[in-house]
């Protein structure tokens, strides 16, 4: 998974290029909240809890909770979220029963672990009905990192990534899983899917 520090600072930069993707990414995946209308939604690899913040502005939901394995991140989350339900836990072993959210989501922590058919099976677990799912499209996303100067001597693929999908493969890979796409996006250089438990 990415570093503990390395997701709140990517929502605090100040390139242009770098907000205008983000700003993109994050209204069509408020929409998909939106449209799903759950009210309990659970952020597995929340981070600093950024994203759930958000979620909770937009008065999104009943019960808000997030979960991430770094301790530094959930520090900082509490400090700068005093009012955010975050803990630390394994993507793997969620402490959770289940079917106990409306909705869990999973944004760019897949791509970092070398058993994501694992960790889609536990989030499938604490979930009643719905994952929104996001993760890299590639090499669409490798691309725009080396064009950005990101990343040059490995062409731009981001040291911490283990898996790399295209949406097609993606999409592959969710439906061996047993689950049922019920929206897709595909704001650049992301794949974003919502979907259902069969």
Request: glycine share 4%; hydrophobic share 35%.
């Amino acid at each position: 998974m990415a570093t503990s520090t390395s997701n709140f600072q990517k929502h605090q930069h100040r390139n242009p290029i770098q907000r205008y993707l983000i700003d993109n990414f994050y209204e069509e995946f408020f929409k998909m909240i939106k449209r799903a209308n759950p009210e309990k939604i659970l952020d597995v690899g929340c981070g600093e809890g950024v994203t759930l913040n958000r979620i909770k502005q937009m008065k999104i939901g009943k019960k808000l909770e997030g979960v991430d394995n770094f301790d530094e991140a959930i520090k900082i989350g509490k400090e700068t979220f005093p009012d955010l339900t975050l803990k630390k836990a394994d993507i793997y072993d969620l402490p959770y029963k289940d079917n106990s959210f409306d909705m869990v989501l999973c944004n760019e922590v897949l791509e970092h672990l070398e058993k994501p058919q694992h960790a889609i099976k536990e989030l499938m677990r604490v979930s009643n009905r719905y994952l929104l799912l996001s993760v890299p499209n590639e090499p669409w996303f490798q691309l725009a990192n080396f064009l950005r100067g990101r990343h040059i001597t490995r062409l731009g693929n981001h040291p911490e990534h283990i898996q790399h999908w295209s949406h097609t493969q993606f999409e592959k890979f969710l439906k061996k899983n047993k689950l049922k796409i019920r929206d897709k996006k595909l704001p650049f250089a992301w794949t974003l899917l919502l979907v259902q438990k069969q």
